[in-house]
Each structure stands twice: as structure tokens, then as C-alpha cells.
């Protein structure tokens, strides 16, 4: 361990608040689809700032909006027209079946504003008093107060942070009799992820996803789907939702939307953005000039540079590579899942050794639920980054007992 990175360590625990498990790692910089440390080693990045920096860091086509928007608007506020907003509007809404926007400044805050959304919309537009949304165990929606409540997991995440807000109940995932039974005349929603991130990789079925939209055509109710990790070319479509051939009420989106600078979005139908209006919901920064017209950069490049197409091929490719660790090491390696470049490597066995291990052979990567190794790289990462990584897990597998 180095003299800067402990002294790093020592400042950090004089200033701020203890609220993050950090890994060993102080970044100084980063290029592509590399972190360099204090001590200018070189790690592969297969995180991505957790699915946010899906086109790579410090690129110089965005670095290049973002100073000369800088140099024209930065902030107002949202008591003013901005030209900045409505191109962005105008790009997102193209890549799906949406028809407004809301713009804010995180997937926590997207997330609150879709649940504030489907609930004064069922109240205020359909004259319906129901409230209550269903969400699945182990989904993960957010940090706030609600969409903490929302999110389908317990433990430390939530310990200590009653009474959490009321109108949320959990169902198992992927279980369509169980959803069934939650349901009532008082949901107004049901909100999912068709690929849980945090939840460990795991996709939905199909069978489940149109349980949940023949539900909404039975009760009325809205679907709302969480597209923060997903969204954006992650999965090997522009919005997750579109392999499963869904239309959502609402969704939302954030990480990768600006490529790292902080911006999130409600996106949702005609009908259902009638649920708002001038004052009933806000933000200070949401959509500014900067983060506006950098997030429409990068929908041109994911576009122009065909990036769905590409994280569906390198899916695949990371698949079929994997397969062959589950064949070498049965009795390590459970399986791989997920769509595109979300995907989840499944050990047989707690992993937080295998993890540190990548982490001494720098390669950055997710360990989630205790066993699932979770590779969101930057969508422009190459093959070979790929296959250095998997050698790197069969040398570390061979050499690790169970």
C-alpha cells in the first residue's frame, strides 16, 4: 500500500462521513476503458462507475460540449425555457414510445418522481384511491426515504430508517401467482426492473412480464419500469423493456444518461404525464444547460456508433467465453446471466476473495449479493479486455479451493 493512498485513506476519515465501503483503490484519472491510481498503475475498468460511464471516460467529443455549454449557459433554473431541455427531450423520445419528459437529477430522484407521478395521476386523473405499488424482492430503486421503502431488500440498507413511508408491498421475483395475489383495487402500480443490477443479474421472464401487462389491462393500474441500470444501450437494445416488447406507463432513467455528470429522466405516455402540472412536482438543477447538452451527445454517439448493436454482440461474446469457465470449474462457477453488457458471473461460493483477487490483478469489477461477479463495463470495451479478464478468473478459480 502506498504512502498516497493511505494518505488518502487518512484525510477521508477526518472529512467526510462514513457512509461508503470503499474498494482499495484511489482513482487520480481515467481514459477509455481504463482507471489509473495515485500511482499511475493502470486497472480495466469493468464497472463503468457502476453502468455510468457506458462510453468510456473522459472523452473528448463530450469533454468538449460540456466547455463550450459552460462557456454559453449553465444554470438558470427551470422558471426559464432552455433550448437545451427540449433537443434532449426531442432525442430520448425518439429512441421509444414515450411522449414527454421530466427531467431531474438521479435514478433515486427519477425513481420518486415516478412513484409521486403514477399516484397523483391515479388520484387526480383517474379519481381512484389507490396508492400502492408493488415491487419485487431484491429490486433496488433508490436512497431516499421512498424509493428506499420501494426497494425489495432489508438489512443494513434500510436498518435504522423507520418509519419508512407506507403504500409498498414486496412480491417474490418472478413469481406471477404471487404478484397476482398483491394485487388490489388499492395498486396503483407495479414497478420492476426486467434485469435486476443490484439484485444479483437477474432478467425477468417473459411469461412474467406479460402477467404484469395483462394485470395493468385487468386493474387499470399503471407499470412502471426502472431503467437506471438498464437503460441506454446497456442491455443490447436502447431501453431494456424493448426485448420484452412492453410499452411502460412510465419509465425512468439516470447513470449513463450524461455519462457521468449527474441527470436522471421520467419518461412517460401522453396520458399519464396529465398527472402533473405547473407546481405539483420540481427540481433546482434537473435537465440544466451542461448536463442537457451532454446527454445529448451522448444519445448521438450511442446512435451514430450503433452501441446497442455492439454491447448485444459483446454480450454474446462474453457469454460464450464464460461458458467455458462453467465447464473448467463446475463446482465454482454456477452460470452467467443478463442481456447485453449486464451481466452477472455466478459462483458457487462466497466471492469476496475472487473479487479482491481481480482487484490485485486490476481488473475493476462488482461483486453483488455475496457471489455474483457483475460486469457492467463501458459499452466500447474491446475483446480482448474481455478475454484478459476471464483468463484472469480461471487462473484465480484454479487456484482457489471450495
Not at 400502492?132 to 424482492?137: A, F, G, K, P, V
Not at 412536482?281 to 444547460?289: P, S
Amino acid at each position: 500500500m502506498s504512502t498516497h493512498f493511505e494518505n488518502i485513506v487518512q484525510r477521508e476519515k477526518k472529512l467526510l462521513c462514513s457512509t461508503y465501503g470503499r474498494y482499495p483503490l484511489a482513482v487520480s484519472r481515467a481514459k477509455g476503458c481504463r482507471l489509473y491510481d495515485l500511482d499511475g498503475d493502470e486497472y480495466v475498468d469493468l464497472l463503468s462507475g457502476i453502468a455510468v460511464c457506458s462510453l468510456g471516460h473522459s472523452r473528448e467529443d463530450l469533454a468538449e460540449v460540456m466547455a463550450g455549454q459552460a462557456r454559453k449557459l449553465v444554470h438558470v433554473s427551470n422558471l426559464f425555457y432552455q433550448n437545451e431541455q427540449l433537443d434532449l427531450a426531442e432525442r430520448l423520445l425518439s429512441t421509444c414510445e414515450a411522449d414527454r419528459v421530466f427531467f431531474c437529477n438521479s435514478g433515486a430522484e427519477a425513481n420518486e418522481g415516478a412513484i409521486k407521478l403514477a399516484r397523483r395521476y391515479t388520484k387526480r386523473i383517474k379519481q381512484k384511491d389507490a396508492v400502492e405499488i408493488i415491487t419485487l424482492e431484491r429490486s433496488f430503486h433508490g436512497r431516499t426515504l421512498c424509493t428506499l421503502t420501494a426497494t425489495g431488500q432489508a438489512g443494513l440498507i434500510k436498518d435504522g430508517f423507520d418509519p419508512l413511508p407506507p403504500g409498498f408491498t414486496t412480491v417474490p421475483f418472478d413469481d406471477a401467482d404471487a404478484l397476482r395475489n398483491a394485487v388490489s383495487e388499492k395498486t396503483c402500480a407495479i414497478m420492476i426492473e426486467v434485469v435486476q443490477g443490484e439484485g444479483g443479474v437477474r432478467p425477468l421472464s417473459m411469461e412474467y412480464v406479460d402477467a404484469v401487462m395483462e394485470l395493468r389491462r385487468e386493474y387499470g393500474l399503471l407499470v412502471i419500469v426502472d431503467e437506471i441500470q438498464t437503460g441506454l444501450c446497456r442491455t443490447g437494445k436502447f431501453w431494456a423493456h424493448q426485448h420484452y416488447g412492453i410499452k411502460p406507463d412510465i419509465f425512468t432513467s439516470a447513470k449513463a444518461l450524461a455519462n457521468g455528470l449527474p441527470m436522471g429522466a421520467v419518461l412517460v405516455t401522453e396520458d399519464v404525464a396529465q398527472g402533473f402540472e405547473p407546481g405539483s412536482h420540481a427540481t433546482t438543477f434537473g435537465g440544466g444547460a451542461v448536463v442537457s447538452a451532454v446527454a445529448s451527445k451522448v444519445v448521438d454517439i450511442m446512435k451514430e456508433e450503433h452501441i446497442a448493436e455492439r454491447a448485444e454482440q459483446m454480450g454474446m461474446f462474453v457469454k460464450t467465453e464464460a461458458a467455458r469457465l462453467i465447464r473448467k470449474h463446475p463446482e465454482k462457477v454456477a452460470g452467467v446471466r443478463g442481456l447485453g453488457l449486464l451481466l452477472g458471473i455466478e459462483l458457487t461460493f462466497d466471492g469476496k476473495e475472487v473479487w479482491k483477487k481481480l482487484l490485485e490483478k486490476r481488473f475493476v469489477c462488482n461483486l453483488t449479493q455475496g457471489r455474483i461477479l457483475r460486469l457492467v463495463p463501458p459499452l466500447v470495451i474491446e475483446k480482448q479486455d474481455i478475454v484478459d479478464f476471464l483468463e484472469c478468473l480461471d487462473g484465480i478459480l484454479e487456484e482457489t479451493e471450495v
